[in-house]
């Protein structure tokens, strides 16, 4: 699909949206746009199976997320998404690179529900954030795994009220290997599928 390739290649250089103009992020908004407009499962939450795995951010206009970018002696690393359909969970981990041994992560867990064809209300429930060796940090799968097991971190790593965090996101295209959304805050958020 020419638009898909057009947003890709547009992508490649932008640094999830950290090193985007003002005259980028109107392009690339506009090629979200069209292949909103062509998305082959324009009911997403009718396709769990397309929906589940681990999803790597290309591209978001979130300031939240790119601000992240901004912590002096740090980089910001890959971010992932990663969606346990059947559990109704997501879990949303940020990789920070710097210092010999002190990389970090800065990861949050949510609960989401249906809302519509497209839409899911998120629940945020759980931060956790410090360095990725004292936390045992490897992967997002084996992250995942001890967050599910109980395991407290020896990290920042507490319960978030209901009250504190609340949204909404939209998946506005979805095929098997690259995901859209858009947040109740007006972010939009491109992500390709991890194998």
Not at 120 to 137: D, H, W
Not at 159 to 180: K, N
Request: glycine residues 8%; aromatic residues 8%; proline residues 5%.
């Amino acid at each position: 699909m020419l638009t898909k390739g057009n947003l890709l290649r547009e992508l490649a250089d932008k640094n999830r949206g950290i090193n985007a103009t003002a005259t980028d992020k109107q392009y690339i908004q506009s090629l979200v746009a069209q292949l909103e407009e062509c998305n082959p499962n324009p009911k997403p939450l009718e396709v769990p199976q397309l929906l589940e795995g681990n999803w790597r951010l290309l591209y978001t206009t979130s300031r939240e997320l790119l601000g992240l970018d901004k912590i002096p002696l740090f980089k910001l690393g890959a971010i992932y998404q990663c969606i346990r359909v059947r559990d109704s969970k997501i879990y949303n981990i940020a990789e920070i690179s710097g210092l010999p041994l002190l990389e970090g992560i800065v990861s949050v867990a949510a609960r989401f529900e249906p809302v519509g064809d497209r839409r899911v209300n998120v629940r945020f429930e759980r931060a956790i954030s410090g360095l990725q060796r004292p936390i045992g940090y490897q992967s997002p799968n084996s992250f995942i795994q001890k967050i599910e097991a109980g395991r407290k971190f020896a990290a920042i790593d507490f319960q978030i009220t209901a009250r504190e965090q609340r949204g909404w996101l939209d998946i506005t295209y979805l095929d098997e290997t690259m995901r859209i959304g858009r947040g109740n805050e007006g972010s939009i958020f491109v992500l390709d599928k991890v194998n």
